[in-house]
């Protein structure tokens, strides 16, 4: 459990750990996981909420690293394989699922030998990192029918079928990064929001409560950098290019309600695309772009009128009826902390991620993505055992399922329940309608939003929900079109008026 008052005492109580973790986000998650169940005390600590930063903002996608191929990270693709494969199968199946890719032969398409050799491609790193054609199908090419049976709204003039392949897709990125903390704190971790790290070093830091202004020196004998695109500000040797991605969210209803992915290659790229996604909540993403983001770090990304226009424009290249801006109901930006290596389109800077220690002692561990969070996590408390001398367990993370997994022992069957909350809690469904108390607990939080007041009680007394921004931008998602967290204001703020604790 994740609850305000647990967070107070842990934060009273806390004065040194083996390892102190800055950042909440997936890959701050992870090494906390990672370092807990090795057998090592461990504290994670992060200035906002969990998810605050990039960790929300992605595509959603656990991808195999197709688009690497095309600029031969061959190294890069196979690690994003072989990462995928253990979150599909093992960690994480509950919270991950089989999603088509769709790339439509229309006349306007070029290169089409080229992104069938790299679907091919694609399936050979499937089968190398051991992931079975009944989990993820093989790429193939399919006929107009069956194309527009995927993707409704598709152009078909002059459609000749579509090349498709299969990658996995996350129910939500931000529902990964609390079920990592959560079973983090399952195995030992403190995991502690709204504490602030500062004078950070190698040997510890201060750390002050946002909420009370009080402030603590906690000593460890090690301590892991994993605040992203803010890297820079904990150890100033850190170089980063942060990159933008931007995404548009749109009525699912605006697509035909897709079973897959429209994917459309971007003029005059080789290895790029417009993806539209169908996500939870009768919603569809629109993504994505690559642009340099020079200057300060916003806490919350916007994407610009030129991005907007860009994803629309490109996207509405493959459809019957054009996008436009009346179609867009929600928009939202992340950056990429792409490590600086010189010159450059922020397209073509590496993915791979970087271990580091900073002449204060900090280990910092930046680059990557989402997909390959356990990885990156394994490597840099690899690096707090060895430069700490800590006594620690070989890496467990391969092998050890999420809250919610099918083999966790904690999960319970789920017949009977709806869709949407399995989906988003698999075997730990159950759990959240036990520890409801809320009336009508399986009523919909508003009309046509299907996340149930459980969940939202849930989210306060299990999950570290502190405000109705954390529950709607981040527990839920509901916040991301505007005029939904609107109408689910008032029953999240009644039934958190009743919960707070």
């Known amino acids: 459990m994740l609850t305000g008052a647990e967070r107070t005492a842990a934060l009273e109580r806390l004065d040194s750990v083996d390892v102190l973790v800055v950042g909440g986000g997936i890959t701050g998650a992870g090494v906390a996981l990672d370092a807990a169940t090795r057998g090592l005390s461990v504290a994670l600590v992060e200035a906002h909420d969990l998810a605050f930063g990039t960790s929300r903002w992605s595509s959603k996608l656990v991808h195999g690293g197709l688009r690497y191929l095309a ?3 061959v190294g890069v693709a196979r690690e994003s394989a072989v990462e995928r494969h253990i979150l599909m199968t093992r960690v994480a199946p509950h919270l991950i699922r089989p999603l088509a890719q769709v790339v439509p032969l229309l006349p306007s398409v070029r290169h089409r030998g080229l992104i069938r050799a790299g679907f091919l491609a694609g399936d050979v790193l499937r089968r190398s990192a051991g992931t079975r054609a009944t989990l993820l199908p093989r790429a193939r090419r399919v006929g107009a029918t069956a194309t527009v049976a995927l993707v409704p709204t598709v152009c078909t003039d002059g459609l000749a079928g579509a090349l498709v392949a299969h990658d996995g897709q996350l129910v939500d990125d931000a529902r990964l990064v609390v079920t990592v903390a959560r079973t983090a704190v399952s195995h030992g971790a403190v995991v ?9 070093t190698g040997i510890g830091a201060v750390l002050t409560d ?7 020196s906690v000593a460890a004998r090690a301590v892991i950098n994993a605040t992203g695109v803010w890297a820079g500000t904990v150890d100033p040797s850190i170089r980063l290019r942060p990159s933008r991605g931007t995404h548009l969210v749109l009525d699912a209803s605006t697509f035909g309600n897709p079973r897959g992915a429209l994917t459309v290659p971007v003029p005059g790229s080789i290895g790029r695309f417009v993806f539209a996604l169908p996500q939870q909540l009768r919603r569809v993403i629109v993504g994505l772009t690559d642009e340099a983001a020079p200057g300060p770090i916003p806490d919350e990304p916007a994407p610009t009128d030129a991005e907007i226009d860009f994803l629309l424009s490109t996207l509405s290249a493959a459809l019957a009826r054009p996008l436009t801006r009346a179609d867009v109901s929600g928009a939202f930006a992340g950056l990429r902390p792409l490590i600086d290596a010189g010159g450059g389109n922020t397209a ?5 991620h970087a271990v580091t220690e900073s002449p204060s002692g900090v280990i910092t561990v930046v680059g990557g993505k989402l997909t390959t969070y356990r990885r990156m996590a394994q490597d840099a408390v690899d690096a707090a055992v060895r430069l700490g001398g800590l006594a620690a367990a070989p890496c467990r993370t391969q092998e050890i399922s999420l809250i919610g997994a099918p083999t966790h022992p904690d999960s319970k069957s789920t017949a009977g329940l709806p869709t949407s909350l399995v989906s988003r809690y698999g075997g730990a469904s159950r759990a959240v309608l036990d520890a409801a108390t809320v009336d009508r607990p399986l009523e919909p939080i508003a009309e046509g939003i299907d996340v149930t007041r459980a969940e939202i009680e849930f989210a306060v007394t299990h999950e570290g929900a502190m405000n109705v921004d954390d529950v709607l931008q981040r527990r839920t998602r509901i916040g991301l079109v505007a ?3 609107e109408r689910a204001t008032p029953a999240v703020t009644d039934i958190m008026s009743k919960r707070a604790v």
């Open 71 to 73: 600029s031969g990270r």
């Open 348 to 352: 073509d800077l590496s993915r791979r």
């Open 483 to 485: 005029a939904d967290a």
């Open 192 to 200: 502690l929001t709204r504490v602030r790290a500062h004078d950070v």
């Open 210 to 216: 946002t909420l009370t202004g009080a402030s603590r």
